[in-house]
């Protein structure tokens, strides 16, 4: 992905809960753990959703999802183009994702956390392997010399919330 502040290589996926109807969860999407944001894909959104867009109006698009008891979802143009959703409680959508990462980091101690910061170093060396595949790997001992535990890589995705 490339933009006004260069080059950044993404290779994550991650789970979003909610935005799907239940029967269709979870939706996925890119991310980067360094980042606050998440990409969503309007293709994938339209394959659900009726989605309306008029730009002789409004610079901003709106996904219907009442249909399935679910709240609209407002995007609005930011100055650099890209659109940012609008939350109905008027918070700034990129705040949650950082509360809820603090918040889960805040649950274990700093040599935990650290621990799973490694799990996660390794979880990006092995070129993200799936969740469990990850979890089964570092359990059966399959990397010598590893240090790395079963709780770390529990810690690791529990901390990012993506299990």
């Keep these: 992905m490339s933009g006004n502040g260069g080059v950044l290589r993404v290779t994550k996926k991650a789970k979003i809960r909610g935005l ?3 029967s269709m969860e979870p939706a996925k999407t890119w991310y980067d753990p360094n980042c606050i944001t998440n990409l969503l894909s309007f293709i994938d959104m339209i394959g659900v959703f009726q ?21 609209d979802l407002h995007f609005r143009m930011h100055e650099s183009g890209l ?5 109905p409680d008027g918070d700034v959508s990129g705040r949650v994702f950082i509360q809820t990462v603090e918040g889960n980091r805040m649950l274990y101690t700093k040599s935990q ?11 990006e060396l ?5 969740p469990r595949d990850f979890g089964n790997i570092v359990r059966q001992g399959r990397i010598r010399d590893c240090t790395v535990t ?9 901390i990012l919330d993506l299990m």
């Design 51 to 71: 989605i309306s867009y008029d730009s002789a109006v409004d610079t901003s698009f709106t996904v219907h999802r009442s249909e399935y008891g679910l709240v």
């Design 150 to 158: 079963l709780d770390d890589v529990k810690r690791f995705f529990h």
């Design 83 to 87: 659109h940012i959703l609008d939350r």
């Design 20 to 22: 799907y109807p239940s």
């Design 126 to 130: 092995l070129t993200y392997p799936g």
């Design 113 to 123: 956390c650290e621990k799973a910061d490694k799990a996660g170093e390794l979880y």
